[in-house]
């Protein structure tokens, strides 16, 4: 990964920050714009492995296995996490579910993957856009933490 990409992306989080949780803790949760606004816009470059006109999919700059991607609606439409969710939001979270599948089959994911949807700051949110974490390539440990 190059130099300009690493600092265009920790620009959300501080460098004093050591860990996802103190990035969480940090956050804000309102629905102005996220870092994957600017990915969604080719602002920053991104690893993208799916694209179609309601999800992105691309590799996570901090890997938590193998293989970690992540899905990301095109549209945010007020959803900042899961707990925000309406009833207008089945279909993208439908979609966002099924489009991970469709990603572990192509990413070779064939004896088992974990999926994550992190909410709220206890839930270990950094960006609130909702996003869901396919984790795959390595045996997972229960419990996940």
């Not at 960006?127 to 869901?132: A, G, K, L, S, W």
Request: aromatic residues 6%.
């Amino acid at each position: 990964m190059s130099h300009h990409r690493v600092a265009i992306l920790s620009s959300h989080i501080s460098p004093v920050m050591a860990s996802e949780k103190e990035a969480a803790l940090a956050a804000t949760p309102f629905d102005s714009p996220t870092i994957f606004d600017k990915i969604i816009s080719k602002e920053i470059p991104s690893t993208v492995v799916y694209e179609d006109d309601k999800v992105l999919a691309f590799r996570d700059i901090t890997p938590q296995g193998p293989i970690h991607i992540l899905l990301i609606p095109k549209v945010r439409d007020g959803l900042t996490g899961l707990s925000k969710a309406e009833e207008r939001h089945i279909d993208i979270l439908g979609r966002l579910l099924y489009t991970a599948k469709l990603v572990a089959k192509q990413e070779g994911l064939d004896e088992g993957f974990r999926i994550v949807i992190n909410d709220g700051p206890q839930g270990c949110q950094s960006v609130y856009h909702i996003h869901v974490h396919l984790i795959g390539g390595r045996q997972m440990n229960w419990p996940p933490g």
